[in-house]
Nanobody, 120 residues
Framework: QVRLVESGGGLVQAGGSLRLSCAAS????????MGWFRQAPGKEREFVAS????????YYSESVKGRFTVSRDNAKNAVYLQMISLKPEDTAVYYC?????????????WGQGTQVTVSS
């Protein structure tokens, strides 16, 4: 059974930092893309960042580029999202997800989410 478990969320002041972790288990993720998404109250879920499990190729949404960094530790089966210069608009539930590599592959595994709240 595949499990993605997020942790590291919390309450932080604007300008502060948080590091989210995603513990992945249940299968090998070679050939997969690990993604971070977020959903704010009343809004659609949006893509934040992704990293390919094997090569470590990263992608970011424009709204977080330069402030967030996605990384992975293959030995620990973990993915991280380092967030700095946080803004109130970063407040959301953050989800870890995984999908196979490929141009039309969808994210098939999802975590339960971790709340990030940024106060002004």
């Amino acid at each position: 059974q595949v499990r993605l478990v997020e942790s590291g969320g919390g309450l932080v002041q604007a300008g502060g930092s948080l590091r989210l972790s995603c513990a992945a288990s249940g299968r090998t993720f070679t050939g997969y893309v690990m993604g971070w998404f977020r959903q704010a109250p009343g809004k659609e879920r949006e893509f934040v960042a992704s990293i390919t499990w094997t090569a470590g190729v990263t992608y970011y949404s424009e709204s977080v580029k330069g402030r967030f960094t996605v990384s992975r530790d293959n030995a620990k089966n973990a993915v991280y999202l380092q967030m700095i210069s946080l803004k109130p608009e970063d407040t959301a539930v953050y989800y870890c997800a995984a999908r196979p590599l490929g141009p039309r592959a969808e994210y098939v595994y999802w975590g339960q989410g971790t709340q990030v709240t940024v106060s002004s």
